[in-house]
């Protein structure tokens, strides 16, 4: 059982030791798989509730319809220039979110989360 200990230990360990001495690697991963996320989603629809999620560390979101959009790692501004009730759309694969706001042309936005291939 004493071995058993030591061995998950030391396991434990190097796991620690690879995320420090690797922590843009295992970030870019993880901003990667979440901006892939999000580029699956469809959205189409107008915007009713923008707001600072508490329970996922602030990250900036917004809800169009009964659907959670999160957008905390985008570094494009998108979140600071919505308002509640703009229309967006986003086809699901993209990155690129039309915003429709009365009185004003079609803005692009092409997302990003800052993931490095």
């Given at each position: 059982?004493?071995?058993?200990?030591?061995?998950?230990f030391?396991?434990?360990?190097?796991i620690?030791?690879?995320?420090?001495?690797?922590?843009?690697?295992?970030?870019?991963?993880?901003?990667?798989?979440?901006?892939?996320?999000?580029?699956?989603?469809l959205?189409?629809?107008?915007?009713?509730?923008?707001?600072?999620?508490?329970?996922?560390?602030?990250?900036?979101?917004?809800?169009?319809?009964?659907?959670?959009?999160?957008?905390?790692?985008?570094?494009?501004?998108?979140?600071?220039?919505?308002?509640?009730?703009?229309?967006?759309?986003?086809?699901?694969?993209?990155?690129?979110?039309?915003?429709?706001?009365?009185?004003?042309?079609?803005?692009?936005?092409?997302?990003?989360?800052?993931?490095?291939?």
């Amino acid at each position: 059982m004493r071995i058993l200990s030591i061995i998950v230990f030391i396991v434990l360990l190097c796991i620690a030791l690879y995320i420090k001495t690797h922590p843009d690697e295992y970030k870019n991963k993880a901003l990667c798989e979440m901006f892939e996320e999000f580029k699956a989603i469809l959205i189409n629809g107008i915007i009713s509730k923008k707001y600072k999620d508490k329970h996922h560390h602030l990250n900036e979101a917004f809800e169009v319809g009964i659907q959670k959009i999160d957008i905390g790692l985008d570094i494009t501004g998108f979140y600071d220039y919505i308002n509640i009730n703009d229309s967006i759309f986003k086809e699901a694969g993209s990155s690129k979110i039309i915003l429709y706001r009365q009185g004003e042309n079609p803005k692009e936005f092409e997302i990003d989360f800052g993931c490095k291939k």
